[in-house]
């Protein structure tokens, strides 16, 4: 016979807790306490913690937007290299060539919608070779690129 305390799930499982988000949040606030600790203070300061906060805001902004991006099977992994761009763009304007912080974000707003534009137009124009064309024609469906024309035909 087997042991009966072997085949009934422990309590963490019965109860719906994640070990592993535990562990996770347990690391967090061991790292907190350690900069805290290695700063003199500085690092929960309610200043600090406020500039933390702002600074991952952005962040935190495109990766949800990617995510829905990803999910939705439009896959542009160059949102990052963008945003990069336009930031160290706008600041460039905004210092050293004397622009309004206005029309610095009007002019780093325009670079962004034109980067991804130019980016599908030199593909489109790649996918359009005979050779390009015969390769994509011949593979499976699931190796194609998600961008390709007839990989939605071919199903």
Partial sequence: MSN?????PG?????GVDLRLILMCVLL?????????????????PENLYNV????????????????IIVARHIDLSV???????GVL???LQYTSGWSWPTACLAGLAVALWCPSTRAGSRRCWA?????SRWAASC?????PSWWPTARRSR
């Fill in 128 to 132: 359009c070779r005979p050779s390009w």
């Fill in 140 to 144: 499976p469906s699931a190796a194609r």
């Fill in 29 to 45: 606030v061991i790292m907190a306490v350690a900069f805290s600790v290695m700063s003199g203070g500085v690092f929960l300061s």
């Fill in 53 to 68: 906060a702002q600074q991952t805001a952005v962040v935190g902004i495109v990766s949800t937007v990617m995510v829905l």
């Fill in 90 to 92: 706008i600041a460039y």
């Fill in 4 to 8: 009966p305390s072997s085949s009934t």
């Fill in 80 to 86: 990052g290299s963008v945003m990069g761009f336009v």
């Fill in 11 to 15: 309590w963490w499982r019965r109860t």
